[in-house]
């Protein structure tokens, strides 16, 4: 069987498209590239080995890497597809056709929502919710990796799915004025080409940890993702990515909230800084924390400490 790694390296080379074979937003069995479908200011799209297919976890754009190619260096989808076949590239057994029917054109078909019977979103099925005395050593291995310990998730809600389509997935329910009103699949594998599968919704039109906001403080802090938030605790939001879509600002300045830190990582600054001057028009007060690139919050946090994070962003 042909090598497909090689065959994305050779032609991400030949039209000089940086891209990463390992290190940060790097998944195995993947080469990432800036992705071309969204405000992506790092690697966030993982063109995969066993299918030619690619993702963005931060936009959750997928397709075939034809179209991929395409897009980012404006040639024909014909001329692409006969330089691929030229290299002798090979799709995983059985998974050429899956590719054509899901992905046409670069957009992937959205999964059934799933819905209680009597309408609101339900989690996924198979949905176990994490207790100490659960018996799932991979969990473990997962929270331990990325420095955390069980409480963490149960004091979310968190559960584990053991089978169906969020097998071995840590789910974190997205919470809105009590409601449930998405949710996020964590692999806990590490493996798996999508990080983070999202349930079908509007997840980007709320603001992770929102009932968890003490306004008397005065001040919220916006991160990029949910595990950023967690490390950080006290009132800071998840932002799901470096957008803030146009409910997210609404709920943000409806709060009245005097001051909003801007906490995302480090590759975003410079989008961190567009977004403040937007929300200054509203808002009193707006910062920007700055990030070693290499940083984000969570890893900051897990490097330094958590009062060397809090030092960092509450003095900002």
């Known amino acids: 069987m042909p090598d497909n790694s090689k065959t994305i390296v050779i032609l ?7 891209y990463w074979t390992e290190g940060k937003n790097v998944s195995p069995g ?7 479908f969204c405000d992506d200011h790092s690697n966030h799209c993982g063109i995969f080995y066993n299918d030619l297919g690619y993702h963005c976890w931060r936009c959750d754009t997928s397709g075939s890497f034809d179209y991929l190619l395409a897009r980012v260096t404006g040639q024909d ?10 290299l002798g590239f090979s799709f995983e057994v059985d998974t050429e056709t ?25 989690l996924p099925p ?21 420095g955390y310990t069980r409480d963490v998730s149960i004091q979310y809600g968190c559960g584990v799915c053991t089978v169906g389509p969020w097998m071995n997935r840590m789910i974190i329910p997205v919470m809105f004025k009590g409601e449930l009103v998405s949710y996020q699949g964590a692999d806990l594998t590490r493996r798996a080409q999508v990080k983070y599968k999202t349930a079908l919704g509007e997840i980007n039109n709320y603001l992770y940890r929102w009932d968890m906001i003490d306004w008397f403080k005065g001040y919220i802090v916006l991160m990029e993702g949910i595990l950023d938030a ?6 800071a939001l998840c932002t799901f990515g470096t957008h803030l879509t146009d409910r997210q600002k609404n709920l943000i300045i409806g709060s009245n909230v005097r001051k909003v830190i801007m906490a995302w990582d480090g590759d975003a600054f410079f989008h961190s800084m567009e977004q403040a001057e937007e929300l200054n028009t509203f808002v009193p007060e707006v910062s920007v924390v700055c990030f070693p690139t290499e940083h984000d919050p969570d890893s ?8 060397a994070l809090r030092n960092l962003v509450l003095e900002s």
């Not at 993947?30 to 071309?36: E, G, K, L």
């Not at 994490?130 to 050593?137: A, E, K, R």
């Open 126 to 146: 198979y949905f176990d919710l994490i207790t100490m005395n659960m018996n799932f050593p991979l969990l473990d291995w997962y929270l331990n990796l990325r």
């Open 230 to 235: 967690w490390r950080f605790g006290d009132n």
């Open 77 to 86: 989808m014909v001329k692409i597809k006969e330089e691929i076949s030229d």
């Open 98 to 122: 899956q590719i054509q029917d899901l992905w046409r054109e670069g957009e992937s078909q959205p999964e059934p929502k799933q819905e209680a019977p009597n309408g609101p979103l339900a």
């Open 12 to 18: 991400l080379e030949k039209y000089n498209i940086e």
């Open 30 to 36: 993947s080469t990432n590239i800036q992705c071309p």
């Open 300 to 307: 900051y946090g897990k490097v330094y400490g958590i009062d």
